[in-house]
């Protein structure tokens, strides 16, 4: 048996000789033994029950998404309902307020904390979310 050395830098890869692999091809026809002939290739088959399963998962990430899309749809309604409510009242700013806990103790119908501030940010025309004792902001109703 003989090897082969290379080496570059200080990689060194000894490759041993291989032998020779054959290959048997099915198709030579009638001269070829049927004893020097590969078997058929067998395909595996899908069962029936693996293929009714992955129908129903795919239907039910479709049925997810499509539901998640109408929920989308009914948060942007009412985020944008409550953006064009005209149901307002005016507070005073007190020490220690923030934002959050404004539009957490007035929050707009059907959206969340998170875009109650958002709410306050646009009707009010805040550019930032500091708030000075005194200020007077509209709230939802």
Do not use: K, Y
């Not at 029950?49 to 992955?54: K, M, Y």
């Not at 539901?67 to 953006?83: H, K, P, V």
């Not at 923030?98 to 957490?104: E, G």
């Not at 501030?117 to 000075?132: A, F, P």
């Amino acid at each position: 048996m003989t090897t082969t050395a290379l080496t570059d830098g200080n990689l060194a890869l000894v490759l041993p000789a291989t032998r020779p692999v054959f290959e048997v091809i099915d198709g030579f026809g009638p001269s070829v033994p049927a004893s020097h002939t590969s078997a058929p290739a067998v395909r595996p088959r899908c069962p029936r029950r693996v293929l009714v399963l992955a129908i129903i998962v795919l239907i039910g990430a479709l049925a997810a998404g499509v539901s998640a899309l109408n929920g989308l749809s009914r948060q942007q309604a009412a985020f944008e309902s409550a953006m064009a409510s005209d149901a307002r009242i005016v507070v005073d700013v007190e020490s220690g307020d923030t934002l959050w806990s404004i539009a957490s103790a007035h929050p707009a119908d059907g959206v969340s904390v998170d875009e109650t501030v958002s709410i306050l940010r646009s009707w009010n025309g805040l550019t930032e979310s500091l708030l000075q004792p005194g200020m007077s902001l509209e709230v939802p109703a």
